[in-house]
């Protein structure tokens, strides 16, 4: 079993900066790939970005590339999301996931999610 508890969320203005934290504990930290996904409204939950066990790949969807970096640190359990650039839409519940024996592609399907967060909300205004 793996919890994972995702900070850092909050309201702030569009060109903004905020970086997300996912602190995890239980099992095996660094035998994970991790990943966030968000959540708008009336909306499916959707990949944002993930990073292998090893910090040696990392994937982004097409939205976020270039303005988001996800990084870990398997010495403190911890998973970051370093978000510029804000955007109204990106407006949205972010989720911590972990995903055992799986690439930092593979993440990308939800199906492949073993452990999610509680969720952060993200607020960006124009």
């Known amino acids: 079993q793996v919890q994972l508890v995702e900070s850092g969320g909050g309201l702030v203005q569009a060109g903004d900066s905020l970086r997300l934290s996912c602190a995890a504990s239980?099992?095996?930290?660094?035998?994970?790939?991790m990943g966030w996904f968000r959540q708008a409204p009336g909306k499916e939950r959707e990949f944002v970005a993930a990073?292998?066990?090893?910090?040696?790949?990392?994937y982004y969807s097409d939205s976020v590339k270039g303005r988001f970096t996800i990084s870990r640190d398997n010495a403190k359990n911890t998973v970051y999301l370093q978000m510029n650039s804000l955007k109204p839409e990106d407006t949205a519940v972010y989720y911590c996931?972990?995903?055992?024996?799986?690439?930092?592609?593979?993440?990308?399907?939800?199906?492949?999610?073993?452990?999610w967060g509680q969720g952060t909300q993200v607020t960006v205004s124009s």
């Open positions: 990073i292998s066990w090893s910090s040696d790949s990392t």
């Open positions: 996931a972990a995903a055992a024996f799986a690439t930092a592609h593979t993440m990308a399907s939800i199906r492949r999610i073993n452990y």
């Open positions: 239980g099992r095996t930290f660094s035998s994970y790939a």
